[in-house]
């Protein structure tokens, strides 16, 4: 059900920037500037590194697109896609580091 989901949004914002995009070069910049930042911070983590997991993934994807999503349309930024990445990489590495923590905590014993 949730992959079902995913593709609806997937959907409903392709034909969103299909609609609201005067050519087509701002139809590929809109779609690289999107997918781009989450594929560059999730692949590197995925291939060279063992930090994260799937909740980091995760926050990571959902905070790339609200940053690509304000940074296009509600407050126009002047690089975009950088700050795409930057967001997306920022937020891979908190949830990582908080998660450590978490489980670091959960893991330690419970003295009366």
């Known amino acids: 059900m949730l992959a079902r989901g995913g593709v609806v949004?997937?959907?409903l914002i392709a034909y969103s920037i299909a609609?609201?995009?005067d050519?087509?070069?701002e139809m590929v910049e809109a779609a690289s500037g999107l997918?781009?930042?989450?594929i560059l911070v999730l692949v590197c983590f995925a291939l060279f590194s063992k930090l994260g997991n799937h909740v980091s993934a995760m926050v990571a994807m959902l905070s790339s697109v609200t940053t690509w999503f304000v940074g296009n349309y509600?407050?126009?930024?002047e690089a975009p896609v950088i700050t795409t990445v930057a967001v997306c990489l920022g937020s891979y590495l908190l949830t990582v580091v908080f998660?450590?923590?978490a489980?670091?905590?959960a893991s330690?014993?419970?003295e009366n």
Do not use: M, N, W
């Not at 997918?35 to 989450?38: A, S």
């Open 9 to 11: 949004c997937a959907g």
């Open 19 to 21: 609609f609201t995009a």
């Open 23 to 25: 050519s087509v070069t």
């Open 35 to 38: 997918g781009g930042p989450i």
């Open 74 to 77: 509600v407050y126009p930024l």
């Open 99 to 101: 998660s450590k923590k």
């Open 103 to 105: 489980s670091v905590e």
């Open 108 to 110: 330690l014993p419970i």
